[in-house]
């Protein structure tokens, strides 16, 4: 039987508008999607597309195993990951395998930090598999404070706020722009990197990009406010312009 193709289906920032007309010509004509969430969750990336899948469509959340209390370091921490991944991974090669194409949807571009990356590595030599590219997430944020992130000979560095402070504050201070993503829970050692950088009074937050309930505001008015994972911090470039 000749197999089915994967499909990893970049939405783009959050708004369906900004999706590229191949995505969204696949995510309408998909008879089995996957996605993400957390359990309990309906996941960002399926609430994304709502209202676009065919009402024949076969759904099949891939939900997190709970790793928040176990430090990244931790061996524990990849081994629930790594069986989290091979029991996905184990259930698209079925379905692939009998002929079936399966969208698997990525928030902003499947190859920039997302979780798509993990299937991919697993099954790009085993399985036909096209990646459909998008609107990354982090320019959905800059564009939506108005100020262009970059001029000229601007150095943008692009770095998780999960980081370790010291190697956060190294790298903002060598950068002229600067996007910290992954936020939430680590708002704290970002906001103290970005003073020992010099950088804080400079810096935005940007919650939910391109989404119905977008926010836009500089950092040091944010206040104590706890941040929710989908938001991105954005220091503009002032480099060189005519």
């Known amino acids: 039987m000749k197999p089915g193709t ?5 939405l783009g920032p959050g708004d369906p508008d900004l999706m590229s ?19 309990g969750r309906s996941g960002q990336a399926r609430r994304i597309v709502d209202g676009m899948l065919h009402e024949d469509a076969v759904e099949f959340p891939m939900e997190y195993p709970v790793t928040t209390e176990v430090p990244v370091t931790d061996p524990r921490y990849n081994a629930a990951l790594s069986a989290f991944y091979t029991h996905c ?32 590595t697993r099954l790009k030599e085993v399985v036909p598999v096209q990646v459909t590219p998008a609107i990354t997430g982090m320019s959905g944020a800059w564009t939506a404070t108005g100020q ?13 706020g999960t980081l370790p402070e010291d190697t956060l504050t190294e790298r903002m201070a060598q950068s002229d722009a600067i996007v910290v993503m992954k936020i939430g ?3 704290e050692k970002v906001k103290s990197a970005l003073k020992a950088a010099g950088k804080f009074d400079d810096a935005w937050l940007i919650e939910f990009a391109s989404m119905p309930n977008q926010t836009v505001q500089k950092l040091a008015a944010a206040g104590d406010k706890v941040t929710p994972y989908f938001s991105i911090i954005v220091v503009h470039g002032q480099g060189r312009r005519p």
């Open 185 to 187: 829970r680590h708002i």
């Open 21 to 39: 007309v191949r995505a969204d010509r696949l995510l309408r004509n998909a008879r089995h999607v996957a996605f993400f969430r957390k359990a």
């Open 89 to 120: 991974v184990d259930h698209l090669r079925d379905l692939i395998e009998k002929g079936e194409d399966v969208v698997v949807l990525c928030e902003g571009d499947p190859f920039f930090f997302g979780s798509f990356m993990h299937i991919y």
């Open 148 to 160: 262009p992130v970059t001029w000229g000979d601007d150095i943008l560095t692009v770095m998780m």
């Open 6 to 10: 994967l499909h990893g289906v970049g």
